[in-house]
């Protein structure tokens, strides 16, 4: 049973910082490429972050290049969005995500308030 479990999520105040950590297991990790999305309310759920199956090739939304990193640690069967320069339109419901061809998982979502 393939489970994606996310956590790191919270308050924080405009400008700041957070780390979202998503524990995967079921699965062969380093197979799988890794995303985080995110669905703000009334909104469509977006990409945010994507890093392939060797951990060479990141893509961020243009909406949060040089402020969000994601890395993955196949060790662990880790996958990490480190967060910075936090801004109210980054509130939202943020998902982990594995894809391998046809294969395809979801988090159930950690939420991220970011205050005024």
């Known amino acids: 049973q393939v489970q994606l479990v996310e956590s790191g999520g919270g308050l924080v105040q405009t400008g700041g910082s957070l780390r979202l950590s998503c524990a995967a297991s079921?699965?062969?990790?380093?197979?799988?490429?890794m995303s985080w999305y995110r669905q703000a309310p009334g909104k469509e759920r977006e990409l945010v972050a994507t890093i392939d199956d060797y951990g060479w090739r990141a893509q961020y939304a243009d909406s949060v290049k040089g402020r969000f990193t994601i890395k993955r640690d196949d060790g662990e069967s880790m996958v990490y969005l480190q967060m910075s320069s936090l801004k109210s339109q980054d509130t939202a419901v943020y998902y982990c995500?594995?894809?391998?061809?046809?294969?395809?998982?979801w988090g159930q979502g950690t939420q991220v308030t970011v205050s005024p």
């Open positions: 995500h594995a894809r391998l061809r046809g294969d395809v998982y």
């Open positions: 079921g699965l062969t990790f380093q197979d799988y490429h």
